[in-house]
């Protein structure tokens, strides 16, 4: 029965969350006013703002710095991981991951906008779901180390259990 009772309290947060995301977004476009501003959010300048749409939201995970200086590669993860406490929204223009959308939890139960960008993130991220598809029975996790300002990811479903530094793709070439 517990377990029923938690199911349905992450079910119940997971349509607030979804709920809340159409709102957070149309509260943070505004700011998009110019293609300069489309262009440092992830857009093309001539993307059409009112064709914005969102894909599913997901939770990063936390992996504190003590965790990290004690995980040995190829060790199992997602012991050490602990809940982020914001969503992130894909936000997609043309078929294409732009940037995320975040949202928090208030103190009074309801979610708000936090910010809108980490478009080089996103993209990086949409491409690593990409490789790791859903469809496949594939689950990554995005890690991030706040300690060290640095994402990770790991795939519980992956043999060995993983944890991948995050890498702009963009930054190796």
Not at 101 to 118: H, N, P, Q, T, Y
Request: net charge positive; proline share 8%; aromatic share 10%.
């Amino acid at each position: 029965m517990l377990l029923t009772q938690r199911l349905g309290a992450q079910t119940a947060q997971l349509d607030a969350i979804i709920k809340a995301g159409p709102g957070a977004l149309k509260m943070l476009l505004p700011v998009l006013d110019s293609p300069a501003m489309k262009q440092r959010h992830g857009f093309a300048p001539d993307d059409d703002m009112k064709a914005v749409t969102l894909d599913q939201p997901f939770e990063p995970c936390i992996l504190t710095e003590a965790a990290m200086q004690k995980y040995i590669a190829g060790a199992e993860v997602q012991k050490s991981l602990a809940p982020g406490g914001k969503w992130y929204f894909p936000v997609i223009s043309k078929g294409h991951t732009a940037c995320w959308l975040s949202v928090f939890r208030r103190a009074d139960g309801s979610w708000m906008a936090d910010s809108l960008g980490m478009a080089d993130w996103a993209r990086v991220w949409a491409d690593v779901c990409q490789d790791w598809p859903a469809t496949n029975g594939f689950t990554p996790i995005l890690v991030i180390v706040p300690s060290r300002q640095q994402f990770f990811f790991t795939v519980p479903q992956a043999k060995p259990p993983n944890l991948t530094l995050l890498v702009d793709r963009k930054s190796v070439v």
